[in-house]
C-alpha cells in the first residue's frame, strides 16, 4: 500500500565526497532533474552526461565503501534545521532525494519509501535507517569554520539524529536501473 508523502523537488549528487578534506563543504553538491538508482548507487543526469555519486560504488573515491548507496530526506527537516541553526538551504546536507513533505521520524517509517513514478511504476526504497549526523557538518551547519569537538556539539548531534539528517535506503537489486525524476510523488511504503 501507497501512503502520499510528497513528491520530489530535488535530485542531486556529491561528485565529490564533501569531507574530503575533514571539513563539510557542499560546493560538490550537484543537482539535476533526472537521476538513475540502482543497488549500487544514484547517478545523476546533468543536461550532458551522467554524474556518479560519491557514495555509488564504481565512485573511484566511493564514501562508506558503497554501503550507503543512497538518501533521502525531506523539506520539514530543512525547516526544523533552519529554525535550530538559523539557515539551512534545502539540499545542504547532501542526500540524494529530497521530498517537499513533513519531518518524517523512525517511528513514522513501517516498511520503507516508495517512489511513484509519473507512469505509475513504483520504485521501493527499502531498509530506512537515519543517517548519523556527523561532526563536519553538525559544526557547518553551526556556523563554525573548524570542526569542533564532539562535547560541545551534544545537544546538535542529537537534534540531528532520528532522520533530521536524512535517511539511507536501499532498492532491491534485482531492479537493475530506474529512472526518477523531479517531481516524481514519494509515500511510506506499507506492505
Same mark, same amino acid.
Given at each position: 500500500?501507497?501512503?502520499?508523502?510528497?513528491?520530489?523537488?530535488?535530485?542531486?549528487?556529491?561528485?565529490?565526497?564533501?569531507?574530503?578534506?575533514?571539513?563539510?563543504?557542499? &560546493?560538490?553538491?550537484?543537482?539535476?532533474?533526472?537521476?538513475?538508482?540502482?543497488?549500487?548507487?544514484?547517478?545523476?543526469?546533468?543536461?550532458?552526461?551522467?554524474?556518479?555519486?560519491?557514495?555509488?560504488?564504481?565512485?573511484?573515491?566511493?564514501?562508506?565503501?558503497?554501503?550507503?548507496?543512497?538518501?533521502?530526506?525531506?523539506?520539514?527537516?530543512?525547516?526544523?534545521?533552519?529554525?535550530?541553526?538559523?539557515?539551512?538551504?534545502?539540499?545542504?546536507?547532501?542526500?540524494?532525494?529530497?521530498?517537499?513533505?513533513?519531518?518524517?521520524?523512525?517511528?513514522?517509517?513501517?516498511?520503507?519509501?516508495?517512489?511513484?513514478?509519473?507512469?505509475?511504476?513504483?520504485?521501493?526504497?527499502?531498509?530506512?535507517?537515519?543517517?548519523?549526523?556527523?561532526?563536519?557538518?553538525? &559544526?557547518?551547519?553551526?556556523?563554525?569554520?573548524?570542526?569542533?569537538?564532539?562535547?560541545?556539539?551534544?545537544?546538535?548531534?542529537?537534534?540531528?539524529?532520528?532522520?533530521?539528517?536524512?535517511?539511507?535506503?536501499?532498492?532491491?537489486?534485482?531492479?537493475?536501473?530506474?529512472?526518477?525524476?523531479?517531481?516524481?510523488?514519494?509515500?511510506?511504503?506499507?506492505?
Amino acid at each position: 500500500m501507497f501512503e502520499p508523502i510528497g513528491r520530489i523537488v530535488r535530485l542531486q549528487v556529491q561528485a565529490e565526497p564533501v569531507k574530503a578534506t575533514g571539513r563539510y563543504d557542499p &560546493s560538490a553538491i550537484v543537482t539535476g532533474a533526472t537521476a538513475s538508482i540502482g543497488a549500487a548507487g544514484m547517478l545523476l543526469w546533468d543536461g550532458n552526461g551522467w554524474i556518479v555519486d560519491a557514495h555509488h560504488r564504481a565512485h573511484p573515491r566511493a564514501r562508506g565503501g558503497g554501503n550507503r548507496p543512497l538518501s533521502i530526506g525531506f523539506t520539514g527537516h530543512y525547516a526544523a534545521m533552519a529554525n535550530r541553526f538559523g539557515e539551512a538551504p534545502v539540499g545542504i546536507a547532501g542526500e540524494n532525494i529530497i521530498v517537499d513533505g513533513p519531518a518524517v521520524r523512525m517511528s513514522d517509517i513501517a516498511d520503507g519509501f516508495v517512489v511513484r513514478r509519473s507512469n505509475g511504476m513504483e520504485v521501493p526504497l527499502d531498509a530506512p535507517r537515519p543517517a548519523a549526523p556527523c561532526l563536519p557538518f553538525t &559544526s557547518f551547519l553551526s556556523g563554525s569554520a573548524i570542526v569542533l569537538p564532539r562535547e560541545r556539539l551534544t545537544d546538535e548531534l542529537a537534534f540531528l539524529s532520528d532522520g533530521t539528517r536524512g535517511f539511507l535506503v536501499e532498492t532491491n537489486p534485482t531492479l537493475g536501473r530506474v529512472e526518477i525524476e523531479v517531481g516524481d510523488e514519494v509515500g511510506f511504503r506499507h506492505v
